[in-house]
């Protein structure tokens, strides 16, 4: 009887400190967007970002194609952006050829110590057959102009 006792309090603690780690806070906050067009062709991109599962952006931008070394691009900075919390970010080509989504999960499992920095910075980049993601870290988080 008492080894049925131990096991569901054991069964019910780890479950418990499971859903309390799943909640954690992030430690930075998603600071900026960038997406720049390493296309020879012009393209549009919708660019969807959610906040703690809700949709706070969801806009489309053109991009002119690369001209030799000059190539197109858009920065994001909003006043929304900054808050140690769950971000999730996807940009798609409207035409339907290329996807990708990257989540602050995504950087967390990336980065294990980001130091004094406050925010991060996340840049895509459309290529021919893919979109890249770098990213970086800011020492503040950004304040909207």
């Keep these: 009887m008492r080894r049925r006792t131990l096991l569901v309090t054991l069964g019910v603690s780890v479950a418990t400190l499971s859903g309390c780690v799943g909640e954690q806070s992030p430690e930075v906050g998603l600071g ?12 549009s991109i919708h660019v969807t970002v959610e906040k703690r599962g809700e949709g706070v952006y969801d806009v489309t931008h053109d991009l002119a194609g690369r001209t030799g070394n000059i190539v197109d691009g858009t ?59 770098a990213l970086g870290a800011m020492e503040s988080c950004p304040t909207p102009s």
């Design 75 to 133: 920065t994001i900075i909003e006043e929304w952006m900054g808050d140690r919390t769950r971000y999730s970010v996807s940009v798609a080509l409207t035409d339907g050829d290329l996807e990708t989504t990257y989540s602050t999960a995504d950087a967390e499992s990336f980065v294990d110590d980001w130091g004094t920095n406050q925010c991060f910075s996340l840049f895509f980049t459309i290529e021919t057959n893919q979109i890249s993601t």
């Design 32 to 43: 900026k967007i960038g997406v720049m067009n390493r296309r020879q062709n012009s393209v």
